[in-house]
């Protein structure tokens, strides 16, 4: 059964940093990404960035170019670890972080309307504000 869980959220003040972690157990697929989507209130979740196991290609949503970086852990036992780094955070990065997976290439997961993607944790809140 897959399962993901998500750690790693809090408060933190602009300008800050935080590191989010996904970890996937139960996969299946040959090839497939691991992404980080977000919901902000009142907004529809969106894909923030995506990681390939294929060849650790990743995909950034413009808004976090440049300020969020993601990799691949692959740890022992059968667990898939993705790693959120988030620097320079900002009032418009505050939401609920969900991660996602899919056997699908980074782009196209986060491209992905989150009404397709059957499979989710149980998100993690980020907030920015002073």
């Known amino acids: 059964q897959l399962q993901l869980v998500e750690s790693g959220g809090g408060l933190v003040q602009p300008g800050g940093s935080l590191r989010l972690l996904c970890a996937v157990s139960?996969?299946?697929?040959?090839?497939?990404?691991i992404g980080w989507f977000r919901q902000a209130p009142g907004k529809e979740r969106e894909g923030v960035s995506c990681?390939?196991?294929?060849?650790?290609?990743?995909?950034?949503?413009d808004s976090v170019k440049g300020r969020f970086t993601i990799s691949r852990d692959n740890a022992k036992g059968g667990k898939n670890t993705v790693l959120l780094q988030m620097n320079s955070l900002n009032s418009e990065d505050t939401a609920d972080y969900y991660c996602?997976?899919?056997?699908?290439?980074?782009?196209?997961?986060?491209?992905?309307?989150?009404?397709?993607?059957?499979?989710w944790g149980q998100g993690t809140q980020v907030t920015v504000s002073s």
């Open positions: 996602a997976v899919a056997p699908y290439w980074a782009f196209r997961l986060c491209q992905t309307s989150p009404w397709s993607i059957p499979d």
């Open positions: 139960g996969l299946t697929w040959e090839y497939y990404s």
């Open positions: 990681i390939s196991s294929r060849d650790n290609s990743t995909y950034y949503t």
